[in-house]
């Protein structure tokens, strides 16, 4: 399964809202989770089964869709969100990510 | 809370193995895929694998032929041997621990990485 994710990057500013998407080559329900990744650090978990927003994760974070579109947003952007953003789908094998999204400061 | 300690060497030559360990700190093995995951620069993540802590095993075709990952169940920890290594195989290798409960499909945790170079 092909995961095409957009933007590959993006510049924006503290307080703006941003949208990531993915889109998946054929339909994989709701099997997909958003990872962001800071430099030098491992990817962390902030949302799986498409929508459910990770034990500590900030509320500003939210995912949406199902099948084969998938939105991640970040609703007011905060300093510590510039980061990579990676979507992973695991409803088949071999296991797939996203390209990534750069999210840089304006 | 548990968390994946990684190993291994870190420079290689064309054509030698790549072997990495990854040990399992404040958890069980039991109901879990174990998996391996890489990074080559400035390139998208790449899932190489996984193992069941019953020891069936899964990769990406695109690695088939020269990845095995094992499970030593009595030290709590797995491995990933990549034959025959070549430049396009210089990345950071992450191992991560896949979650098959429905409602809760996640990778976490992650090892720390490391980085491996395939050099002359």
């Known amino acids: 399964i092909q995961m095409t994710q957009s933007p590959s990057s993006l510049s924006a500013s503290v307080g703006d809202r941003v949208t990531i998407t993915c889109r998946a080559s054929q339909d994989i329900r709701d099997d997909i989770g958003w990872y962001q990744q800071k430099p030098g650090k491992a990817p962390e978990r902030l949302i799986y089964?498409?929508?459910s927003l990770q034990s500590g994760v900030p509320s500003r974070f939210s995912g949406s869709g199902s099948g084969t579109e998938f939105t991640l947003t970040i609703s007011s952007l905060q300093p510590e969100d510039f980061a990579t953003y990676y979507c992973l789908q695991h409803n088949s094998y071999p296991r797939t990510f996203g390209q990534g999204t750069k999210v840089e400061i304006k | 809370q548990v968390q994946l300690q990684q190993w291994g060497a870190g420079l290689l030559k064309p054509l030698e193995t790549l072997s990495l360990t990854c040990a399992v700190h404040?958890?069980?093995?039991?109901?879990?895929?174990w998996t391996w995951i890489r990074q080559p620069p400035g390139r998208r993540l790449e899932w190489i694998g996984e193992?069941?802590?019953?020891?069936?095993?899964n990769y990406n075709p695109s690695l088939k032929s020269r990845v095995t990952i094992s499970l030593d169940t009595s030290r709590e920890h797995f491995s990933l041997e990549l034959t025959s290594m070549t430049a396009a195989d210089t990345a950071v290798y992450y191992c991560?621990?896949?979650?098959?409960?429905?409602?809760?499909?996640?990778?976490?945790?992650w090892g720390q990485g490391t980085l491996v170079t395939v050099s002359s």
């Open positions: 089964v498409a929508s």
């Open positions: 404040g958890g069980s093995l039991s109901g879990y895929y």
């Open positions: 991560a621990r896949f979650s098959p409960f429905v409602g809760y499909n996640w990778f976490d945790p």
């Open positions: 193992i069941s802590h019953i020891g069936s095993t």
